[in-house]
């Protein structure tokens, strides 16, 4: 079911790709934003990439859940990245510290001195790393931990490659 659902949001980000973005967008993308990028408060394994044609995608997975969302991105400077809803949509969905079926307009990532922080529009923040993050599966409920991985998506298409 998980693996599905993975394949679902790369399927659907592929016919989903924003197609108001700027063609030059990943010369435009700051260093900090060119990897993966993870929550780091959370004990499920959730995972961001920014996409080289201004659309995004983000998963979480929970072992025994997954979820995730997807839009765009534009750069407001080399400190400030926006992620943006799909176009011709007004929200998309984002995490918070309860939930991750949170609708938002929009989610403004800058650069701290612990990694990132998310901002998003309904006024939560998270808090978020370079890297990828799995789960480690197998307990009762839920990930037991989570480990760096190359690859969070389970399918290929979520590098620049």
């Excluded at 750069?75 to 984002?94: H, K, N, Q, R, Y």
Aim: glycine share 10%; proline share 6%.
């Amino acid at each position: 079911m998980v693996r599905n659902l993975f394949v679902f949001l790369s399927v659907f980000s592929l016919a989903c790709s924003p197609k108001d973005t700027d063609p030059e967008a990943a010369l435009e993308r700051p260093d900090w934003a060119l990897d993966f990028l993870h929550e780091v408060d959370g004990i499920d394994s959730t995972n961001l990439w920014l996409n080289e044609d201004g659309s995004f995608v983000w998963t979480i997975n929970g072992c025994d859940f997954s979820g995730g969302g997807l839009g765009r991105w534009s750069v407001v400077s080399d400190s400030e990245i926006t992620l943006l809803p799909p176009e011709g949509e007004d929200a998309f969905l984002w995490l918070d510290d309860i939930s991750f079926m949170n609708e938002v307009e929009s989610v403004t990532l800058t650069p701290a001195d612990t990694g990132f922080v998310a901002d998003a529009s309904d006024n939560s923040t998270t808090r978020w790393a370079t890297g990828a993050s799995c789960a480690d599966c197998g307990g009762d409920m839920g990930p037991t931990g989570q480990d760096e991985c190359e690859q969070p998506f389970g399918y290929p298409a979520a590098t620049d490659d």
